[in-house]
């Protein structure tokens, strides 16, 4: 059906091209889509397009903001079909060679979490990368891999496959890490490892990305994570930079397979989050009792802006978008502050769910 260029867009709300003409011809594109429910974002796609054209915004402004948009919506693509399988993410050094002790752990350890039933999400180059892969299978592996004057081929293991993306840009790059993954392992690496590991953690500790799993994974004998850890510790914590908390967000091992167990074992109880409102809401594997959730509350009133952890059924936006109806839920008014100690009380309840625990 044509809009009637005289009567004002439907799903436009205040965000609008300025021109009722074009905000007509935007909302009529947005219909043609056949996607009732999403019509108001994607209305407002299209008019910050139409803006971005009409506005005082350089060719190489647009150049950017189109690739950024076209690798996201491709990437999206990509990862569609397997949405239901969890993501594990291998970040380090495209440097290690076949061989190395790094190399076979993060062969290991791509192995252990792939038979485990997950798939794992590499840079798609050399070194740590190719590891991570070859102990998966290229059947369980995605290749996020970035274009670099020096570096920018994809590894043995993904070249051709349909589930290796190249990107432009880094930003991009880390939103797919950060959006599809469930669990990390971080081996040795360089700047880039660096800057994985404490973007991550940033990510988390702020609240900007949901909690999930971070191990440390060190070959036999090295000190890597071990330094760190001691940089972290005596500069951050000790010098008031970070809450002593904060070190939950991370788990350090040289054991391949711990690491795997450990990052499927976040899920063993614990499955999603979800903000409802100010509310947080936690969806979970099992039936919380009585005893275990006066326990919660009294060893985690802290995360409590007021109130107490409550159980719940799905809330009216959860029915709405059809979100994990089937899960048990927790709800509580959280501090926003205290997303470390979340991940303690994630902790808490997975370590209940354990056999031999009380």
């Known amino acids: 059906m044509t809009a009637d260029p005289s009567q004002p867009a439907a799903h436009l709300g205040r965000y609008r091209t300025g021109d009722q003409l074009l905000d007509s011809a935007v909302e009529e594109l947005a219909a043609a889509t056949g996607r009732p429910g999403d019509l108001d974002l994607i209305a407002e796609l299209l008019v910050s397009a139409v803006r971005l054209g009409s506005e005082n915004v350089d060719r190489g402004e647009l150049k950017l903001v189109n690739s950024a948009l076209k690798e996201l919506r491709h990437s999206f693509a990509v990862f569609a079909p397997y949405r239901g399988i969890r993501k594990a993410t291998i970040f380090g050094s495209a440097r290690i060679r076949e061989g190395d002790p790094a190399y076979r752990t993060a062969a290991a350890f791509g192995s252990a979490i792939a038979e485990r039933g997950w798939m794992v999400i590499t840079g798609a180059g050399p070194g740590i990368m190719a590891a991570g892969m070859e102990g998966a299978g290229a059947d369980r592996s995605f290749g996020v891999n970035i274009q670099l004057p020096f570096e920018s081929e994809a590894n043995e293991f993904i070249t051709d496959d349909p589930k290796l993306i190249n990107f432009r840009y ?189």
Request: proline letters at 4%; hydrophobic letters at 40%.
């Open 170 to 358: 880094f930003f991009t790059r880390k939103v797919m890490f950060m959006k599809e993954s469930h669990g990390y392992a971080l081996l040795p690496g360089g700047f880039g490892t660096m800057d994985e590991a404490f973007e991550l953690l940033t990510l988390m500790q702020t609240g900007k990305s949901p909690i999930a799993p971070v191990v440390l994974l060190d070959p036999p004998e090295s000190t890597y994570w071990d330094y760190w850890t001691e940089f972290v510790e005596k500069e951050l914590v000790e010098g008031g930079l970070i809450s002593g908390a904060d070190l939950s967000l991370v788990f350090a091992t040289d054991d391949p397979v711990a690491a795997a167990e450990h990052i499927c074992d976040f899920y063993s109880t614990y499955h999603s989050m979800r903000y409802v409102g100010k509310r947080l809401i936690l969806r979970l594997q099992r039936q919380i009792g009585d005893e275990e959730l006066a326990g919660l509350n009294d060893n985690f009133s802290d995360l409590l802006v007021d109130g107490r952890i409550e159980q719940s059924e799905p809330t009216r936006a959860e029915l709405a978008d059809n979100d994990e109806l089937g899960l048990a839920r927790l709800v509580m008014n959280f501090d926003r502050h205290a997303h470390a100690r979340l991940r303690q009380l994630i902790d808490c309840l997975n370590c209940a769910d354990q056999p031999g625990s009380t």
